[in-house]
T-cell receptor, first 113, second 113 residues
Framework: EPEVTQTPSHQVTQMGQEVILRCVPISNHLYFYWYRQILGQKVEFLVSFYNNEISEKSEIFDDQFSVERPDGSNFTLKIRSTKLEDSAMYFC???????????FGPGTRLLVL | KQEVTQIPAALSVPEGENLVLNCSFTDSAIYNLQWFRQDPGKGLTSLLLIQSSQREQTSGRLNASLDKSSGRSTLYIAASQPGDSATYLCAVRPGTGGFKTIFGAGTRLFVKA
């Protein structure tokens, strides 16, 4: 069964460094999302991406964040200058259509020191 | 602003018991509602998706209902098993034409053998 994959599974970085989190959505899906979950808190929407552009972003998704679909398979989330409060689990998700089930990847656990 | 609440926060039941998890949302204008399962340190697994025009969905031992007018959804698990132990998340896509999904904090379920 097709699944969303994410790399790396864990990343440790120093405050102020740039990180890129990578995702490979399910191949025939058209909608792509990033979410984050700070330890012990709710899953929070960050951004959605459709037709090669951001379709919606939350207040969390400020200028430090960017997303890209550099080729036909990868979907990346970049954090330009990490802060301690960026430490969280980051999930990528994809869906065939807006009204369809979202399928989540296993997540990348980011720790900013 | 749409808010999603899940009650109870935690639940411990003996194996074999039927149980109901509750989800409420503040704005009845939703596009769809999705139930997920999350195992510790893992990603989200989609269980059931209910469109706004539907009243319920069933998959195996799981049944989810939706009552938009009262802002409620329930997830019914029949004949619970230890393998059902996980956190169950309810997520709502607001019906305002956007792409975001809003999550509840989840119900942590423990099924005792």
């Amino acid at each position: 069964e097709p699944e969303v994959t994410q790399t790396p599974s864990h990343q440790v970085t120093q405050m102020g460094q740039e990180v890129i989190l990578r995702c490979v959505p399910i191949s025939n899906h058209l909608y792509f999302y990033w979410y984050r979950q700070i330890l012990g808190q709710k899953v929070e929407f960050l951004v959605s991406f459709y037709n090669n552009e951001i379709s919606e972003k939350s207040e969390i998704f400020d200028d430090q964040f960017s997303v890209e679909r550099p080729d036909g398979s990868n979907f990346t989330l970049k954090i330009r200058s990490t802060k301690l409060e960026d430490s969280a689990m980051y999930f990528c998700a994809s869906s065939v259509g807006l009204e369809e089930t979202q399928y989540f990847g296993p997540g990348t656990r980011l720790l900013v020191l | 602003k749409q808010e999603v609440t899940q009650i109870p926060a935690a639940l411990s039941v003996p194996e074999g018991e039927n149980l109901v998890l509750n989800c409420s949302f503040t704005d009845s204008a939703i596009y769809n509602l999705q139930w997920f399962r999350q195992d510790p340190g893992k990603g989200l697994t989609s269980l059931l998706l209910i469109q706004s025009s539907q009243r319920e969905q069933t998959s195996g031992r799981l049944n989810a209902s939706l009552d938009k007018s009262s802002g409620r959804s329930t997830l019914y698990i029949a004949a619970s098993q230890p393998g059902d132990s996980a956190t169950y998340l309810c997520a709502v896509r607001p019906g305002t034409g956007g792409f975001k999904t809003i999550f509840g904090a989840g119900t942590r379920l423990f099924v005792k053998a």
